[in-house]
């Protein structure tokens, strides 16, 4: 089994920077591809980034391109997400998640039923 531990959330004004971060325990050797999703209150759960396993290539949804990056350090398994130039729309419980599976496109991050999920930190944006 694997574990999925997110932390760093809290309330952010308009314009500022966050940094979550999601560590992986267990079986973490199982682990290949991870992202971040988001879910805002009364909306759908969304892809938001995910990187391959050695961090080599990245992907993001549109409305977070130029102002999120997604990062990893493998050998302490750990995700992150550093978050700019934030957003009142970038509220939301920003869930980490990650699959053993090594699909070759990255793309599958946003749409195939993940392995693994963590149980979320929430994420407050003032205007």
């Known amino acids: 089994q694997v574990q999925l531990v997110e932390s760093g959330g809290g309330l952010v004004q308009a314009g500022g920077s966050l940094r979550i971060s999601c560590t992986a325990s267990?079986?973490?050797?199982?682990?290949?591809?991870m992202g971040w999703f988001r879910q805002a209150p009364g909306k759908e759960r969304e892809f938001v980034a995910a990187?391959?396993?050695?961090?080599?290539?990245?992907y993001y949804t549109d409305s977070v391109k130029g102002r999120f990056t997604i990062s990893r350090d493998s050998p302490k398994n750990t995700l992150y997400l550093q978050m700019n130039s934030l957003k009142p729309e970038d509220t939301a419980v920003y869930y980490c998640a990650a699959d053993s599976r090594r699909w070759t496109s990255l793309y599958r991050m946003c749409y195939e039923n993940l392995e693994i999920w963590g149980q979320g930190t929430l994420v407050t944006v003032s205007s």
């Open positions: 267990g079986r973490t050797f199982r682990i290949y591809h």
């Open positions: 990187i391959t396993y050695g961090g080599g290539r990245t």
